[in-house]
Structures are given as structure tokens and as C-alpha cells.
């Protein structure tokens, strides 16, 4: 007779093998990649169970895989497609610069309007500048952080994702990691993700708790060493988890208490809860925001932008110790072409936020109705049109308490979503201009059905 757990693995296998059948084209792709791509991607983040999805095409709120399954998509390039899959707006900019070149590496006119939609949007943006990844963007905020206070030292929240580089590619709990070996929830170690990374840049980078007053505490301790804090407002990686309005008002205070930079990492946050970003939503000024995701178009993009007094050292030409900020293809024209379309959209209309932000709410409502009418042991969270579904009772206020999930159901919804048409991440869903009231309605149809499945198979 089978225990329960080898039961409960041939269920979830079950499912594995269920996605497996009806896309074979698309399992092929990946086998074919693996043969001259590590795991098959160009990003560890495309890894999926039972194998990553391969698009063969995407339009409005929806994709299809190479073997034409169609799904909803609420993964939207990782929050990047705010107005839905291939929109016209963008399709109309990249038509009309591409005849004038791809690339030029120099100053080109359309840099000004793209800026210019920064800083008319964002409160906190005086001035801004461009590169191509929010890695990078995040790396340039740090740098300017030390560079303008003369001191050796940066701080991150527990759980917070801001990129690769070494200094930030620390506790945020990536699978594999030593997730539970993470020090007191109240004074956290730094864990590096990733062997390789330059040692002395992590074991220098300050862990803080989200959500909880002993980062205040911890914040003064090293107040003198202290050059900036970086915070995503919405933790995105660790499950879609707000910051406290309260708590970040009170960053804000002893951040300028300490005469430390805080950054707002709004790579996810930027142009989706408002048109000014996470700053608007909440109510809260940063010193410098660092962006990517949405304002690009579609595109590698990156940008730091903040006052004009958090900036003076990137003006490199009149400031003797600017600091060293370089990239060949930072703010080419293509992708400002394509993301001053997508903001310029995005500031004529903006009840296309209340509208989004009306749809994420929607669905944590109901679900979480559902989830108290059934007795599930699970919260929807999330702030605006990001969201997510925790399998553990709440409140999630941090990573540590999304980690709490059920070790078999919360691999066992993702399969279920998978399986029923549901293209979504692993820990944040997305909602874009393109979906409507009845996309929603299948989205909180597809969330109540999976976990109805696990319950009647025992899984949950």
C-alpha cells in the first residue's frame, strides 16, 4: 500500500504527465534547446514544472504554445504587457523608427519625449536615465547611493528580488537556496543565491525583515556606515506581498533621519499601480526609483530617476566624481520608440488604473470569500492589478510567512492552472488592459475549481 506522500506525488505526476500529452511540440522545442542552451532557457525564471512553456505567439490577454493551446495570460512577460499582448500603440512606434535605424550609440531625438513622460508622471522624478535591465538599474541606484554619501554600506529587505548583481543577489529565497537557514525573523542573515558571487559585496549587504519595526532598530544600528535602503514596495518574487503604507512612511522618516538614500526598486511597481508608480499608490516620495518591466514596451529597459539633488552625481559632464554609468545600448530608439507609446497611453488615460486596480481587487475578494465559505487554507493578496493565491492560511506579510505554503498543494495549483489554460508565474499574476470582466470571471473559475481538485483528491 502506498503512503500518503508517494500517493499524493503519482496525483501531481499525474497532472505533470496530463500538460506532457497535450503539448508535445512544445516539450520537443525544449529537449532541442537543452542540447545547446543550459536547461533549456535563457533565464532560470522560464524553468517550469513539468517543463517551461514555449510561445508560439501572443495577442491581447491571451498566448498560445507551439502546439496552439490557448491560455490566458496573466503572466504578461513578467508584468511587462500592461496594455496586453503585441499593442497596436507599439506596433505603430516600432514601424515608424525602424526605417531610421536600430541603433545608433549616440544622443537621438526621441530620448527628450521618453524622459520628459518620467518626469511629468512620477512625483519623485526630477530627472532620469537609462540602461537595460532593472539588474542594472538596481546595480547604478547602489552605486549612486555610496557615491553620494561617502559610506560603504546597503541595506535590502528579506525576500525582496532586485537582480542578479552581487550586491542585491541575496536572501530572497530562490529555490535550492538555504532558504531555512535565514537567522531570527527580527535580525535576518544575508544568503547568497548563487555560488560565485564576490564575497565581500554580499556578506556587506544588511538583510532587513519586511513588514516589521525591528528593521527600524537594525536600520539605526549601522545609521553611521549606512548609504541607502532599497525596498520593492510590493515584494514581487516572494508572492505579491505590499509594503505597510505605515511602515514605508516610516522608512521614509528615518531614512532622511540618517541621511541614507532611500530607493524605491519599482521595476515591477513602476506605471502599473498608478501612473506614478508604487510612490503614488502609497503616498510615499523615495530619493531615486529604479525601473524596467512596463516603460520599456516590450524591450530591455532599465532606468534610475529620482530628485534632482539624488542625481547630481550622474551629471557626468559638470560633476568631477559623477559615477561610472555607461551602456552601448541604453535608451536606443526602438525602445523608446516603444515605451514613451506605452506611457504615453498610460498618462491620457488614466482610468485605465482604476479599472485594473478594480479587476485585482475583484479577484481577491472573491476568492477570498470562497476560500472562508470553504475553509481552504489559503489568502489572496497582492496591491492593484498585481496578485497571487498563497496556499497557507494568513497573514502573509513577508517571505517568511508565504513560505508556510503547503509543500504539496502549492506545486499542485501551479500544475492545475497550467493544465486548465492558466499562463501565470509562480508566485505573481498580472493584469493587463486587454482582459475583461469575463477573463476575470475565468481566472477566479480556474483558481476555485484547482483547489476544489485537491481537496476531492486528498492532495490538500
Not at 532560470?44 to 498560445?64: C, S, Y
Not at 541575496?170 to 544568503?191: E, K, L, T, W
Not at 498610460?346 to 475553509?375: C, H, K, V, W, Y
Request: hydrophobic content about 40%.
Amino acid at each position: 500500500m502506498l503512503d500518503s506522500t508517494q500517493r499524493i506525488a503519482n496525483i501531481l505526476n499525474t497532472y505533470r504527465n496530463e500538460i506532457m500529452a497535450k503539448s508535445p511540440k512544445s516539450l520537443a522545442v525544449w529537449q532541442k534547446n537543452r542540447t545547446v542552451m543550459p536547461a533549456g532557457v535563457g533565464s532560470l525564471f522560464r524553468l517550469a514544472d513539468p517543463f517551461p512553456m514555449v510561445i508560439k505567439r501572443a495577442q491581447g490577454g491571451r498566448v498560445w504554445d507551439a502546439d496552439d493551446n490557448e491560455y490566458l495570460d496573466f503572466m504578461l512577460g513578467f508584468s511587462v504587457m500592461i496594455l496586453g499582448n503585441a499593442p497596436e500603440e507599439v506596433e505603430v512606434a516600432i514601424r515608424q523608427a525602424l526605417p531610421n535605424g536600430t541603433h545608433y550609440g549616440q544622443c537621438h531625438e526621441h530620448e527628450y519625449e521618453f524622459a520628459r513622460l518620467f518626469c511629468d508622471m512620477v512625483p519623485g522624478v526630477e530627472k532620469v536615465t537609462f540602461c537595460n535591465s532593472g539588474t542594472e538599474a538596481t546595480m547604478y541606484a547602489l552605486r549612486l547611493a555610496r557615491a553620494t554619501t561617502g559610506r560603504p554600506l546597503v541595506a535590502k529587505f528579506e525576500g525582496g528580488y532586485h537582480g542578479t548583481h552581487d550586491l542585491l543577489a541575496v536572501s530572497f529565497g530562490r529555490p535550492g537556496s538555504q532558504a531555512n537557514n535565514c537567522g531570527p525573523i527580527d535580525d535576518p542573515i544575508a544568503i547568497p543565491e548563487s555560488p560565485g558571487l564576490a564575497e565581500m559585496a554580499w556578506k556587506d549587504t544588511i538583510i532587513l525583515p519586511y513588514n516589521h519595526p525591528a528593521a527600524f532598530d537594525i536600520i539605526l544600528r549601522h545609521a553611521d556606515r549606512l548609504a541607502g535602503i532599497i525596498i520593492e514596495p510590493v515584494q514581487g518574487a516572494a508572492g505579491t506581498i505590499p509594503a505597510d503604507r505605515d511602515f514605508l512612511a516610516e522608512l521614509r522618516r528615518i531614512t532622511l533621519e540618517i541621511g541614507a538614500l532611500l530607493i524605491f526598486d519599482e521595476v515591477i511597481t513602476g506605471f502599473r499601480l498608478a501612473p506614478g508608480g508604487a510612490q503614488e499608490y502609497f503616498g510615499i516620495i523615495p530619493d531615486v526609483s529604479t525601473y524596467g518591466k512596463v516603460a520599456g514596451g516590450g524591450f530591455p529597459f532599465g532606468a534610475v530617476g529620482g530628485t534632482a539633488e539624488a542625481m547630481h552625481l550622474m551629471e557626468y559632464d559638470t560633476e568631477p566624481s559623477s559615477i561610472l554609468m555607461a551602456g552601448t545600448f541604453n535608451g536606443g530608439p526602438l525602445v523608446t520608440a516603444a515605451g514613451a507609446a506605452v506611457l504615453q497611453r498610460l498618462s491620457r488615460e488614466p482610468q485605465l488604473f482604476s479599472r485594473l486596480n478594480t479587476m485585482g481587487d475583484r479577484f481577491r475578494a472573491e476568492i477570498n470569500q470562497f476560500i472562508q465559505n470553504e475553509d481552504y487554507p489559503a489568502l489572496a493578496v497582492g496591491a492593484g492589478s498585481m496578485f497571487w493565491m498563497h496556499a497557507t492560511r494568513g497573514p502573509v506579510k513577508s517571505v517568511r510567512d508565504a513560505r508556510r505554503g503547503d509543500r504539496f498543494a502549492s506545486p499542485g495549483l501551479r500544475l492545475l492552472y497550467r493544465k486548465n489554460g492558466l499562463h501565470i508565474p509562480p508566485n505573481h499574476g498580472f493584469m493587463c488592459a486587454a482582459h475583461t470582466d469575463e477573463d476575470i470571471t475565468r481566472l477566479i473559475e480556474i483558481h476555485k475549481s484547482a483547489m476544489e481538485e485537491l481537496r476531492s483528491q486528498g492532495v490538500w
